[in-house]
């Protein structure tokens, strides 16, 4: 039934792709869900929160996870606590992370999506930006403070600042505490859409025995491809071990 279903939809030039055909790199929550076999995703850490777009997309997947969201500017915090209280796991907290305690300047934009630490004075003239104190301090602190010692997934989308808040985690980082990093990037620099670089990050992690295990692409224009997420994946062990197939091609 299902291949008389398929013939009719092709010869009607309506035939969906199967989702069997599709790789690695489009949802990484179902890449985490393949590589993690059955095990819990328990520990998340969501550092640029925003409204809890990355909060929804783990309790879709990992219902039994603990998260914690980072977002420090306030009327995008109480959107963020007002989203996500229909998860009791779910913990929104009103911060920033950086490589250092200290209190910074951000950018709030009309799309919050883009507010950075990442200040362009000439930027906030013209576009009558307001500019607020946060408090920011690391991620290896936080972890210390409140005793965790494992990380699952972090996922971090800062804004250009990216790169900071790396090396706020570098204890962690380097005991290996950290199983995932997914981090937004930017492939072709753009000077009003701040993104951590690729390379730099690349080499940085690597340097640290964790390799890309997909990219997720988030906006592309004429010149190429502009920004997107990127999974890496903490290397246990240097031999390769069992081919793992991309989870559609599985099923």
Not at 140 to 169: P, R
Not at 178 to 197: A, M, S
Request: proline letters at 4%; charged letters at 25%.
């Amino acid at each position: 039934m299902k291949n008389l279903l398929k013939l009719f939809l092709r010869s009607m030039r309506l035939y969906v792709k199967s989702m069997e055909s599709i790789h690695f790199g489009v949802e990484w929550g179902e890449d985490i869900k393949c590589l993690l076999a059955g095990q819990e995703l328990e520990i998340v850490m969501d550092v640029g929160a925003n409204i809890g777009q990355t909060a929804y997309e783990v309790m879709k997947h990992f219902p039994k996870s603990r998260v914690y969201c980072f977002e420090p500017i306030p009327s995008t915090f109480n959107e963020l606590v007002e989203r996500t209280k229909i998860f009791p796991n779910v913990f929104p907290v009103n911060i920033a992370f950086g490589d250092e305690m200290e209190t910074l300047s951000i950018m709030a934009k009309p799309l919050s999506e883009q507010n950075t630490l990442v200040v362009n004075t000439e930027e906030i003239v013209t576009e009558n930006m307001e500019l607020i104190e946060i408090k920011v301090e690391t991620l290896d602190q936080f972890c210390e403070k409140n005793k965790i010692s494992k990380i699952n997934l972090l996922k971090i989308d800062t804004e250009g600042y990216e790169m900071k808040v790396l090396k706020g985690a570098e204890n962690l980082i380097t005991s290996g505490c950290v199983d995932y990093i997914l981090i937004e990037c930017e492939f072709l620099k753009r000077t009003t859409e701040p993104h951590g670089n690729f390379i730099e990050i690349m080499e940085h992690l690597q340097s640290f025995q964790y390799n890309v295990v997909a990219f997720y692409t988030g906006g592309i224009d004429n010149l190429g491809w502009k920004w997107g997420d990127v999974l890496f994946r903490k290397i246990s062990d240097k031999k390769p071990n069992k081919l793992l197939i991309s989870p559609f091609l599985s099923r």
